[in-house]
C-alpha cells in the first residue's frame, strides 16, 4: 500500500492548485457579474453612506451555478473593507440556511462571528439575538448578513422565523439600525409567504440572476484555469468544449466539475495536456448522454453515419468535424461492411435524425472565399465506448 501511495505522490500533475476549481472558491476576479455587484452596492451603499439610519434589504434570484453565492461573498468582504477605510466597523456574515437551517444556528453563527470563543452554551434565540444586538450597540459596529438559500430556511422554519430575524434591529426605537440583509434564493416564489411590509420591500430591492452564455463561461474556464493548471495543459479548444456543453443550463459550476474531472482522467494517465475526449469521459460521468437503448433504436444506416462521426472526431481530436469529412469516412465504413452508400440527401437526413435524437450537435459555420458548411459534434460521449458500442451492433448484424 505504502508503495503505491508514494509511487502516485511522485508522479507530476497538471494541477498547480486544485482547490481553484471547487464550487466554494471565491475568485478575486469575478468575471460577468460587474453590473449585479453595482446593483448590490447601489442599494446597500447607504450603509456606508449614511449608517444606522435603516435598514436594506435585497434579495438575489436566480438558478444553480449563476454566481449567486460567489457574488454575494465577494461583495461583502469587498464592501466590509471599503467600510473599514472609511472608520466604520462594518462586518458580513455569511450563512447557509441549508446547513444553518434554524434561527437559532443562524444566531449562533453570527455570535460567533462577532464574538471570538463564544461558547455553545444553552441560550435561547430570544437570547442569542439580544447579545447580538448589545454587541452591535456597544461597539458601534454593523451587519452585513447574508441568508443564503433562504428558501429552504422558510420551508423548516416557517415564514415567522425570517420575520423576527429581519425585524430584529428595528424592534430597538430610539436606536441606530445595525443589520442589513441580503437574501439569496432560487426563485421568488416563497415571498408571498412573507408580511406585506416585507413583501414590498424585497419585490422592489430584486436582483435576478441570468444563467451564463457559452461566451460567458468560456471566461469564467480560463480564469480558473490560469489559477488551476500549469501551463499549456488546458487549451482553449477544450475550455470552449466544456463552455458549450455546460452553457445548455448555464450552470457554471457544472462547467468547473467537468474541467476538473476531464482533468482528473488526463492527470490519472500520466498525460501532460487535457484532450476533448477527456471532456467527453468527464461529461459521461455526470450525465450520461447515449444509453444502449439509443443506439439499438437507430437505423443501420444511421448507426453507420454515427460511427463515421466518431471516428473522425478521434481522428482529428477537434470538437467539431466538417459534414464532407463524415461522407468520407461514411463510404469507407459502407465498404468495409460491404454496403451500399446512400447518397448525400439522405446522409443529411440521417444527420438530421441524429441530431433531433439528441445523440450529435450541429452548427453552420462560414467558408472562405465565400459558402457555407455544417459542422458536428459528439462532445458528451466518450469516443472510444461510443465506437465499440457501435461496432458491437454493426458486427452483430
Not at 41 to 66: A, F, W
Not at 200 to 223: G, H, W
Request: hydrophobic fraction near 40%; aromatic fraction near 8%.
Amino acid at each position: 500500500m505504502s508503495k503505491i501511495i508514494e509511487e502516485e505522490l511522485f508522479k507530476k500533475t497538471i494541477f498547480k492548485d486544485e482547490s481553484k476549481l471547487s464550487a466554494d472558491y471565491v475568485p478575486q476576479n469575478l468575471v460577468h457579474r460587474e453590473n449585479e455587484i453595482r446593483q448590490l452596492l447601489n442599494y446597500l451603499r447607504c450603509m456606508i453612506d449614511s449608517p444606522g439610519n435603516i435598514t436594506q434589504k435585497v434579495l438575489i434570484v436566480g438558478p444553480v451555478g449563476t454566481g449567486k453565492t460567489a457574488t454575494s461573498k465577494l461583495f461583502g468582504l469587498s464592501f466590509s473593507d471599503a467600510a473599514r477605510r472609511r472608520n466604520i466597523k462594518l462586518k458580513y456574515v455569511h450563512v447557509n440556511c441549508h446547513k444553518d437551517r434554524t434561527p437559532f444556528l443562524i444566531l449562533m453563527k453570527i455570535v460567533k462571528t462577532l464574538i471570538d470563543g463564544f461558547p455553545d452554551r444553552g441560550l435561547s434565540t430570544q437570547e442569542l439575538l439580544n447579545i447580538v444586538c448589545d454587541r452591535l450597540e456597544e461597539e458601534d459596529e454593523y451587519l452585513l448578513i447574508t441568508l443564503d438559500e433562504v428558501d429552504y430556511f422558510i420551508r423548516v422554519g416557517g415564514e415567522s422565523s425570517l420575520y423576527d430575524l429581519l425585524r430584529a434591529s428595528e424592534e430597538y426605537l430610539n436606536k441606530k439600525q445595525r443589520m442589513s440583509f441580503i437574501l439569496i434564493a432560487r426563485d421568488q416564489f416563497f415571498i408571498p409567504l412573507l408580511d406585506r411590509s416585507t413583501q414590498s420591500v424585497l419585490m422592489s430591492n430584486i436582483i435576478r440572476f441570468k444563467p451564463y452564455t457559452a461566451e460567458q463561461l468560456r471566461d469564467i474556464l480560463m480564469e480558473r484555469v490560469k489559477e488551476a493548471f500549469y501551463e499549456n495543459t488546458v487549451s482553449s479548444e477544450v475550455i470552449w468544449s466544456i463552455a458549450e456543453i455546460a452553457a445548455k443550463t448555464g450552470d457554471a459550476r457544472y462547467a468547473l466539475e467537468l474541467l476538473w474531472r476531464a482533468a482528473k482522467t488526463a492527470d490519472m494517465e500520466g498525460r501532460r495536456v487535457v484532450t476533448i475526449d477527456d471532456v467527453r469521459i468527464a461529461a459521461s460521468m455526470i450525465h450520461p448522454s447515449i444509453r444502449g437503448e439509443d443506439i439499438d433504436a437507430l437505423s443501420k444506416h444511421e448507426k453507420l453515419v454515427l460511427l463515421a462521426i466518431t471516428r473522425c472526431l478521434r481522428k482529428t481530436d477537434q470538437q467539431y468535424v466538417n459534414i464532407g469529412e463524415v461522407e468520407k469516412m461514411y463510404k469507407m465504413i459502407c465498404e468495409e461492411y460491404h454496403v451500399e452508400a446512400r447518397a448525400h440527401t439522405k446522409i443529411w437526413e440521417y444527420i438530421q435524425n441524429l441530431k433531433n435524437a439528441g445523440l450529435i450537435y450541429t452548427r453552420i459555420i462560414n467558408m472562405e472565399p465565400k459558402g457555407r458548411t455544417t459542422q458536428i459534434s459528439l462532445v458528451e460521449t466518450p469516443l472510444e465506448f461510443l465506437e465499440k458500442e457501435l461496432l458491437k451492433r454493426l458486427e452483430g448484424g
